[in-house]
């Protein structure tokens, strides 16, 4: 367990609206990332951000934004949800451990977009 | 484009045989790899890993090997159990790009008691 809540855990919305994801660490790591796991892709990475205040973006970032003010917090947000972004969100920590950098992943916001 | 392609969606394996789960990538830039093993309802938890230097790397029942000439790897699960039943992905980095994995679509892995 690698201290990652990711809220909420499920979400519907309709198109159109603005959504905002969390995903709260309490280890102080330094790097967070958001990835999104659909059929036939695999996890692709969104955004991810190498300290506070400090962002970048990743494969598929096109409709996401992220603010990461806190060391703690890495928020995702949607600004107007469409229906091709309903997906599962994970949110990861990275750490070395046994001589490698590997990612540590929350357990996954489900978010449908009607 | 996708860098890191895992083509057989499922397989199914007897307990007590060895599974094989295979990943090929195109990228000659990725000096990392790693698998992810996920249940339902769950967040991808990591297996193993191995770094270009080496073609193998052992962790209990689970070993990784890696042919860098055919940008091959491939993770053996012996002996395979019910609870090794998930989805498997296989992910490939460079090694300075902390965290920025380029993930395959998994395979979805059942074993038969």
């Known amino acids: 367990d690698a201290g990652i809540t990711q809220s909420p855990r499920h979400k519907v919305t309709e198109t159109g609206t603005p959504v905002t994801l969390r995903c709260h660490q309490t280890e102080n790591h330094r790097y967070m990332y958001w990835y999104r796991q659909d059929p036939g892709h695999g996890l692709r990475l969104i955004h991810y951000?190498?300290?506070?205040?400090?962002?970048d973006k990743g494969e598929v970032s096109d409709g996401y934004s992220v603010s990461r003010s806190k060391t703690e917090d890495f928020l995702l947000t949607l600004e107007s949800a469409t229906s091709s972004q309903t997906s599962v969100y994970f949110c990861?920590?990275?750490?070395?451990?046994?001589?490698?950098?590997?990612?540590?992943f929350g357990s996954g916001t489900q978010l449908s977009v009607l | 484009d996708q860098q890191v392609k895992q083509n057989s969606p499922s397989l199914s394996v007897q307990e007590g045989r060895i599974s094989i789960l295979n990943c090929d990538y195109t990228n000659s830039m990725f000096d990392y790899f790693l698998w992810y093993k996920k249940y339902p309802a769950e967040g991808p938890t990591f297996l193993i890993s191995i770094s270009s230097i080496k073609d193998k790397n052992e962790d209990g029942r689970f070993t990784v090997f890696l042919n860098k000439s055919a940008k091959h790897l491939s993770l053996h699960i012996v002996p395979s159990q019910p609870g090794d039943s998930a989805v498997y992905f296989c992910a490939a980095s460079e090694s300075t790009s902390y965290g920025k994995l380029t993930f395959g679509q998994g395979t979805i892995l059942t074993v038969h008691p």
């Open positions: 990861a920590i990275s750490a070395r451990t046994g001589g490698g950098e590997k990612l540590f």
């Open positions: 951000s190498y300290g506070v205040k400090d962002t």
